[in-house]
């Protein structure tokens, strides 16, 4: 009997880590770094994102499960790191929905000239955060057409802003300066906060390694995706990245408006092209939480079970949903939206971001040092797909990228000139991270002290004693 071709073909997978992964937000605050960034971008695919890749790619096809990270951490290093890691993962997508609930109002303003006092916009919020949380809450067979419809809206925005930036480049200039040497690097410490973004955006990609079991070739077809798929994304956050440079002067370039600004710009006026625009913008804000929810929801979900965060990260309802994850996820979203206007001197939408950002850069960086403990621990496990190269480039595979992001880390969340403006905008993030790390280890062990007596030892990982 012949058996059936499996359906996910190269094609899918390349176009399913060019949707999951590429945030069309994400592209100002990358843009704000200059011209510059076009090297950054390129660095950070070489260094970063073709070894990420590659060891998510491993580790996805040997440690198969819905644990995904959580799973490879605990294995590494015990149940209480992984408890940690799920707790960062799952943490910075309440403040990543609260950041875009912020913009969703801004956005909105800019294209309908609404103008709402401090009520309404919170109203708003609200409404665009719970919208998320129950649609969140659905089987993705339920929701399969807005992720295509979102894949559609995202290489149309970005084609469209790369496309008019082309076209003023080419009959009347741009707004910075694109020579080499604004093109090189300048290595200004405080001007390479905005490297987290670059790293923010490239990540995700362990998502397309969880279907290598409904691949025809695994082992050929995921490293085909990776460079396939990490290239087009650089070319379309490139793109995207030089319509906006063509467009605002850098030094006037707004993380929050910088792409409805852009358009506006290049085109010249406000009119229907730029309003339809900015509806698919707010559209892919509502569907990029909805398609993250179904990664991040389920780590949090398997954390619950494993006892390794409280068990109300576990609930489940009758379709196997995790809605103690996502009802989570709305009551912290919704607790900052009606927080944000009390707090202080700035762009909220960039507070709540970048704090976003952190938590999320922080979770990744057990998994470098995971797959070189389970590389040296289990090494006659069979792995259907290998990072190749021996023993030197594996450690430079590991420790270059941990290196980035903890470098990247660091830039982000502490001031390096000392300047008055830098300082109140990074603060802000420093204690957020101080307070999300603190709140986190109560969690942690709180879970780890109320964990049902009865344990399967068939799962417990080996190391516990963390």
């Given amino acids: 009997m012949q058996t059936e071709k499996k359906k996910f073909r190269l094609f899918d997978a390349v176009l399913m880590s060019v949707v999951v992964i590429m945030v069309v937000e994400s592209v100002a605050p990358a843009a704000a770094i200059g011209p510059s960034q076009f090297f950054w971008w390129i660095f950070l695919l070489i260094l970063f994102f073709i070894p990420y890749g590659l060891i998510s790619s491993e580790l996805g096809t040997t440690y198969t499960g819905d644990g995904g990270l959580y799973d490879w951490v605990r294995q590494a290093f015990g149940q209480r790191w992984g408890g940690r890691l799920a707790w960062l993962y799952w943490i910075n997508y309440p403040l990543w929905m609260a950041s875009l609930a912020v913009l969703f109002v801004q956005v909105s303003d800019q294209i309908f000239n609404i103008k709402l006092n401090t009520l309404g916009s919170i109203i708003v919020q609200l409404v665009f955060v719970w919208v998320v949380v129950l649609m969140g809450n659905q089987p993705v067979s339920e929701s399969k057409w807005i992720m295509n419809l979102a894949a559609f809206t995202k290489i149309f925005t970005i084609l469209a802003l790369g496309g008019l930036g082309i076209y003023v480049a080419m009959t009347r200039g741009v707004a910075n300066t694109f020579t080499v040497q604004t093109l090189m690097p300048h290595f200004n410490l405080s001007g390479l906060t905005n490297l987290s973004v670059i790293i923010f955006n490239f990540l995700g990609f362990e998502v397309v390694a969880t279907m290598a079991d409904d691949m025809d070739n695994p082992k050929k077809q995921i490293p085909q995706a990776i460079i396939y798929g990490g290239i087009l994304i650089a070319f379309f956050y490139l793109l995207g990245a030089f319509g906006m440079g063509a467009a605002i002067p850098t030094d006037k370039l707004s993380a929050s408006s910088g792409l409805i600004d852009s358009f506006v710009l290049l085109i010249g006026h406000m009119n229907w092209f730029v ?50 994850t996502g009802y989570l996820n709305g009551i912290i979203a919704s607790v900052l939206v009606i927080a944000a206007p009390f707090i202080p001197n700035q762009d909220i939408f960039w507070a709540f971001f970048s704090l976003n950002v952190v938590a999320l850069l922080l979770s990744y960086t057990m998994l470098f040092p995971a797959f070189w403990k389970l590389r040296q621990s289990d090494p006659d496990k069979e792995r259907p797909f290998k990072v190749p190269g021996g023993k030197f480039m594996i450690n430079l595979m590991t420790w270059v990228p941990e290196v980035l992001l903890i ?60």
């Fill in 275 to 324: 309003i339809l625009i900015g509806i698919f913008f707010l559209y892919i804000l509502v569907s990029e939480m909805i398609s993250w929810a179904l990664g991040v929801n389920y780590v949090a979900d398997y954390a619950g079970k494993d006892g390794a965060l409280p068990r109300i990260f576990a609930k489940e309802n009758a379709k196997g949903m995790p809605v103690g």
């Fill in 407 to 466: 470098l990247t880390i660091i830039f982000s969340i502490f001031p390096m000139n000392g300047s008055a403006s830098e300082i109140s905008s990074k603060m802000p993030v420093l204690i957020g991270v101080i307070i999300t790390l603190a709140v986190g280890e109560i969690v942690v062990r709180y879970a780890e002290h109320h964990q049902p007596a009865k344990q399967d030892s068939d799962t417990k990982p080996a190391n516990e004693n963390n």
